[in-house]
């Protein structure tokens, strides 16, 4: 794209474990930097790529925990090390965001910022630059926080709602927020998707530097002298962007967005993907998720079914699973570890998650 605007910037934030998808995500090497689909490109590779079509490349930072910094380094060499902010410690969004807004203020006074998870998957890129640099320019004449939402395709009860108040412009892409709702039951979920007032939260926000700065002193002043004072970091309260500020703020917006949307945050959830990506219409970036008429889904994997039905497979290249009569389970190995789960079991998967851990412990 020609000519980005030096106001327009970008937050990537890199330092989670994704443990939810253990064992394919771990401590030492989680999800961000995994080819998870067989793209060719890693999660946070694509992430760059996407938003340095539109945005400067010296205005882009990645926020990571610092024993990840090598790998950053490594799968992104053009990112400079002072645009790699190197948290301590995990103390959820709102440190970084804090340290970054900061940051990029000493820079550039009137900057509007995007700030963006590294581990989702977009389809449509078109749409997508169209999305994010329309919020990014109406930032740029608003105070507030946009948050890009996506209509939803079905009543999806692991996702974050955003329900439309009243248009603040004649295009009627941005809304003022009425409501937020986290993970609502089946019912709700359905009821949300019929109405037509409710988008999914995408996790992808943009916001004037001066006001998100102004509001997170205002409403957590713990976090006034985050930069340059970082030896202050391990001992901030570990909250996130969303609940700190969001729902105190008074100019909270969401724009309806056309791009496709998913969110790698469960084995569960990306089997759900997977089955209804369909019905999504924008176009698809190359991957090597398949599925079959029997709800079997395999990520970039190899896999014979025999009387078996909702189970999702990744397995390492070259390995080939045979499954006959198993149904809605996960069979994914990574690192020498091999699970075998149901797929909506979340709490057998953190059992055998820590059981895992603790024999590691004792080798």
Not at 60 to 65: A, D
Not at 123 to 145: K, P, S
Not at 154 to 162: F, K
Not at 252 to 269: E, H, I, M, N, P
Request: charged residues 20%; negative net charge; contains cysteine.
């Amino acid at each position: 794209m020609n000519n980005p605007s030096e106001k327009h910037y970008c937050l990537i934030l890199a330092g989670g474990i994704g443990s939810r998808l253990w064992p394919a995500s771990r401590e030492h090497f989680p999800k961000q930097f995994m080819d998870f689909a067989g793209t060719g490109r890693t999660l946070i590779q694509q992430t760059y790529d996407r938003f340095a079509r539109f945005i400067r490349p010296e205005n882009i930072f990645v926020s990571t925990l610092q024993s990840y910094t090598p790998i950053l380094q490594e799968q992104l060499p053009q990112l400079p090390r002072e645009q790699i902010l190197e948290e301590p410690v995990r103390r959820g969004t709102l440190a970084p965001v804090t340290w970054a807004t900061t940051v990029i203020l000493r820079r550039c006074p009137e900057a509007c910022i995007v700030l963006s998870p590294s581990d989702q998957v977009i389809y449509g890129d078109d749409q997508f630059d169209n999305d994010l640099l329309h919020a990014l320019q109406t930032m740029e004449h608003h105070n507030g926080v946009i948050n890009m939402g996506v209509p939803p395709t079905r009543p999806e009860t692991g996702y974050g709602y955003v329900q439309m108040g009243e248009s603040i412009e004649e295009e009627q892409r941005i809304y003022h927020v009425k409501t937020f709702t986290e993970k609502p039951d089946e019912h709700f979920a359905q009821m949300f998707m019929e109405s037509g007032e409710f988008l999914w939260n995408t996790g992808l926000f943009v916001f004037g530097a001066h006001y998100m700065l102004n509001n997170i002193i205002k409403h957590v002043p713990e976090y006034q002298d985050v930069y340059p004072s970082l030896a202050t970091y391990p001992v901030l309260p570990n909250l996130s962007m969303e609940h700190a500020v969001l729902e105190h703020t008074g100019h909270s917006y969401v724009q309806k967005c056309r791009f496709g949307w998913a969110d790698l945050g469960t084995w569960q959830g990306i089997a759900t993907d997977a089955l209804h990506a369909p019905q999504i219409n924008t176009p698809h970036p190359p991957s090597d998720v398949k599925t079959d008429g029997r709800g079997n889904v395999t990520v970039h994997s190899e896999a014979l079914f025999d009387n078996a039905e909702g189970n999702i497979v990744r397995l390492p290249s070259g390995h080939l699973a045979a499954i006959s009569g198993l149904k809605d389970f996960v069979v994914t190995e990574e690192g020498g570890v091999l699970m075998i789960c149901p797929k909506d079991d979340a709490a057998a998967m953190r059992r055998l998650q820590t059981l895992a851990h603790i024999d590691e412990l004792n080798e």
